[in-house]
């Protein structure tokens, strides 16, 4: 793989049908129960591979193996112990993405904003909030809807995504129990539901068609007896480089905050 600068990313996302995500086993915090930095590493998905709408441990065995022995990208979580075992579910972190030459691609920045009335769902007053930035430049901003029972219901989270300007581009829905593109979620993802389908609207609220970003079981292995997340970012096919840059941020923002919260 070459070398490709941060400013590159925007050509290289539209390149590609999606991501592949797949957070690396901390054997630390599996053996203490400790909060230890969160690793990931990432390949990319093409534009002659079809994501499924349910997709499962096998057809992701692929890319998880790929994401493991010869990632595209790696990311650790660069953050304050105290804040990853006092406060994991608000941590603030940087988390820088290298590719194999060793260069930076992209990086995810995320504030502290303790929630002092935080019992989701019934009561969520601050504002979670995540940004991506290539080459010193913010790219996308993720943020969580506060007060959101009324538009979500009690099993449910929505994160609105912006450019660098602040335009809205998709909104994307977490929800526990059903899903609008694939149905249902409850118990995903695990080997009886293996995808949590995270729905994506646009900014008129109509659900966006094609095969949606999830959350994939890994598959009856070590990582799935583990909290390892692996997620796929599909980009819809007329996204723009902004638009697909904003789901990658507004999936680890569900990362962090709906998937943590499971597992905590």
């Known amino acids: 793989l070459a070398p490709m600068p941060a400013a590159t990313l925007p050509a290289f996302l539209q390149a ?3 991501l592949y995500i797949r957070q690396e086993l901390e054997l630390m915090e599996l053996m ?3 909060e230890t930095k969160n690793r990931y590493t990432v390949s990319n998905i093409g534009r002659e591979t079809l994501i499924p709408t349910d997709p499962d441990s096998n057809w992701s065995e692929r890319f998880r193996k790929q994401a493991g022995y010869a990632p595209l990208l790696k990311g650790k979580e660069e953050s304050e112990c105290f804040n990853r075992v006092c406060c994991p579910l608000f941590r603030e972190f940087e988390m820088t993405f290298w590719d194999g030459a060793n260069q930076p691609f992209f990086k995810l920045d ?11 769902p019934m009561c969520h007053a601050t504002q979670q909030e995540m940004s991506l930035s290539t080459n010193g430049q913010t790219v996308a901003i993720a943020k969580e809807t506060t007060g959101q029972c009324f538009t979500t219901g009690c099993c449910g989270r929505q994160f609105t995504t912006y450019d660098g300007t602040g335009k809205e581009m998709y909104t994307l829905k977490a929800n526990d129990c059903s899903s609008g593109s694939a149905g249902c979620n409850f118990c995903a993802p695990t080997i009886c539901n293996q995808s949590y389908t995270i729905d994506v609207y646009d900014p008129a609220g109509q659900l966006v068609g094609g095969s949606p970003s999830t959350f994939v079981f890994p598959g009856c292995n070590f990582g799935g007896l583990t909290d390892l997340t692996n997620m796929v970012v599909n980009f819809p096919p007329n996204a ?3 638009e697909r840059a904003g789901l990658i941020t507004g999936m680890f923002l569900i990362e962090f905050a709906v998937m943590e919260l499971r597992r905590q």
Do not use: E, V
Not at 110 to 118: G, V
């Open 16 to 18: 590609q049908n999606g």
């Open 240 to 242: 723009s480089d902004q």
């Open 32 to 34: 203490t129960g400790c």
């Open 110 to 120: 995320r504030p502290f904003k303790f929630d002092f009335c935080y019992c989701h």
